[in-house]
């Protein structure tokens, strides 16, 4: 028989050791303060599964609100950033205190320094 891993597994085994417990306790008189013991102990283990179930969910559920959250702010965010841009100028160097780069103009590029070819004669 192989041993179980999972925490459900685990539970489901001392729950039908449980009820062999509870079934026999009449031929077993001198276990009752254990057996009794015992129940609770399973019957808490049974209450930590139920509310770690709940937790899960309500763990998803947070996670799925943080991420809406999140991205809610993320667009709202770009907006405020154009509307900063627009009151101070795409060329103020007080955009950087927000965090945008001001327009300072572009590179120059460098022109073509390679000969055309020259023609076969």
Known sequence: MSRETTNLGRLGGLQTFRDSL????????????SRVRYEELVIKASDLVSRQGA???EKQEASKQLTETLTEAE??????RLAVKQH?????EKLVEFNVKPFRGRKKTAPLTTAPPKPAE
């Open 75 to 80: 667009r709202l965010g770009t907006v405020l």
């Open 55 to 57: 937790l899960t969910a």
């Open 22 to 33: 509870n079934n026999n306790s009449s031929s077993l008189p001198h276990l009752d303060g």
């Open 88 to 92: 101070f100028g795409i060329r103020a």
